[in-house]
């Protein structure tokens, strides 16, 4: 199982190689990353996605709070979060094909922001699930690259599970 860690840490040189340290050592992947500023001065927010069970998680959390820039760890895989990654697509695109895949993108309420004679980039923001299925849909055109940010998540103070509510949506309003 994939597990989503969200970690504060003092915001100071090395931290992050510490960290990637610490898992290298033991052996364990890190499968996305992603560090930034966090809402206090001087404080930086690693979200990472590893994979692995409860018990290996547990293990890490508690290796990771021996690290001395360490702040909190909280594994918020089973709690309602905002997640959200970012994607830059560059594909195949001529004069005849263009408009299609404009139209898709605009599907996925993604943006063109970039035009070439024989290709375009489009920038993708969303949940994870997101960027599989455009590059699902996009790859029949050529892909020429794909740059990805890693994926970033807040819990929700309200409590929402948005996972919940779209099965129970599925539920009550069936595709036919």
């Known amino acids: 199982m994939k597990h989503t860690l969200s970690v504060l840490v003092e915001d100071e040189a090395g931290v992050l190689s510490r960290i990637a340290g610490l898992f290298a050592r033991r052996g364990f992947n890190i499968e996305s990353l992603a560090v930034g500023p966090a809402e206090q001065l001087g404080i930086s927010r690693i979200t990472m996605v590893v994979p ?57 309420r993604a943006r063109v922001v970039d035009v070439a004679e024989d290709s375009l980039i489009i920038e993708v923001v969303g949940d994870p699930g997101k960027m599989v299925a455009i590059v699902q849909v996009l790859a029949k055109f050529g892909i020429r690259e794909i740059s990805r940010t890693g994926k970033i998540a807040l819990t929700r103070e309200s409590g929402v599970n948005t996972e919940f509510l779209k099965s129970l949506e599925a539920k009550m309003f069936p595709i036919s």
């Open 52 to 108: 692995g069970d409860d018990r290996v998680i547990e293990q890490l959390t508690k290796q990771l709070y021996k690290l001395i820039n360490v702040i909190k760890v909280q594994d918020i895989t089973e709690t309602p979060c905002v997640e959200r990654e970012l994607m830059l697509l560059k594909v195949n695109a001529n004069s005849n094909n263009r408009p299609e895949i404009v139209e898709l993108a605009q599907i996925f």
